[in-house]
């Protein structure tokens, strides 16, 4: 999933201000795999172990990188977001998920500016459940 441009975005309970994307990427870490007995190729195959990572792409300048300054790696805390069609639309949905802080890296480009990514993986809360919640419409 990748949203452009989400409003109302915050880590921890402090709002997030110059985001440009947030983009949630699933990987099987562990695959089963079958094999028939009609050839080399295979015939089932699974994924009974996942992680779910989240990157969160702001730009910064002046004082707005200190949101997530103290957040060290290894924090454990919500992340959500509010996306909608459009910034001027009224419904819209919120995201959340629980998150542990793998990184928080800077560059900066020409065209963005200085640019902070925030990198984390999604915690589900029970191995279960899928750790990124999507709630319906807002207004």
């Given at each position: 999933?990748?949203?452009?441009?989400?409003?109302?975005?915050?880590?921890?309970?402090?709002?997030?201000?110059?985001?440009?994307?947030?983009?949630?990427?699933?990987?099987a870490?562990?695959?089963?795999e079958?094999?028939?007995d009609?050839?080399?190729?295979?015939v089932?195959?699974?994924?009974?172990e996942?992680?779910?990572?989240?990157?969160v792409?702001?730009?910064?300048?002046?004082g707005?990188?200190s949101?997530?300054?103290?957040?060290g790696?290894?924090?454990m805390?919500?992340?959500s977001?509010?996306?909608?069609?459009?910034?001027?639309d009224r419904?819209?949905?919120?995201?959340?998920?629980?998150?542990?802080?793998?990184?928080?890296?800077?560059?900066?480009t020409?065209?963005?500016?200085?640019?902070?990514t925030?990198?984390?993986?999604?915690v589900?809360?029970?191995?279960?459940a899928?750790?990124?919640v999507?709630?319906g419409?807002?207004?």
């Amino acid at each position: 999933m990748l949203w452009l441009d989400p409003s109302e975005v915050t880590l921890f309970g402090a709002a997030l201000g110059g985001v440009m994307s947030v983009a949630v990427d699933r990987f099987a870490t562990r695959l089963a795999e079958g094999r028939g007995d009609l050839g080399p190729h295979v015939v089932f195959v699974d994924a009974p172990e996942q992680r779910v990572t989240v990157r969160v792409r702001r730009r910064v300048g002046g004082g707005s990188a200190s949101a997530v300054s103290s957040v060290g790696v290894g924090a454990m805390g919500e992340l959500s977001l509010r996306v909608a069609a459009s910034r001027g639309d009224r419904r819209g949905r919120v995201v959340r998920a629980t998150v542990v802080v793998r990184g928080v890296d800077h560059e900066f480009t020409e065209r963005d500016g200085f640019v902070q990514t925030i990198s984390m993986t999604a915690v589900s809360s029970d191995g279960a459940a899928d750790p990124i919640v999507e709630e319906g419409d807002t207004a």
